[in-house]
């Protein structure tokens, strides 16, 4: 089987297409940049104390993904794609936030990257 845009099933197509379309590929691993943003997260402590919860799904979804700039070219079907950039130091700052919905939702939560256009976290 030769690797083009059908032979995985792992993402739907447009998905695929624009991981791939980033730079992103089967096998991606970039744990040493993964781990410098978990560095960064664990060190960073906001004026009232709070600080980012840093755990294993979230480092590996860096390793794959960290640093792509995800830009889709097709229509969503119930709202517009975003442009995204998937680095989680755009959430630096957002540690209470992040730890106030990761309650709220009774589980972990880590930024993964923002909407450029947006600035959505």
Known sequence: MHADRTSTTRFPVPVDAALRD???HPGRWDIKQAEIWADALREH???AGHRHTVFPA??????EFGGLHIAPTGPGRQIAPATLHLDPLHGLHMARTLGDLGRALDTQTCPLGAETDSQAL
């Open 45 to 47: 402590t906001s004026p």
């Open 58 to 63: 979230a480092v590996e979804a860096w390793a």
């Open 22 to 24: 980033a730079g992103w």
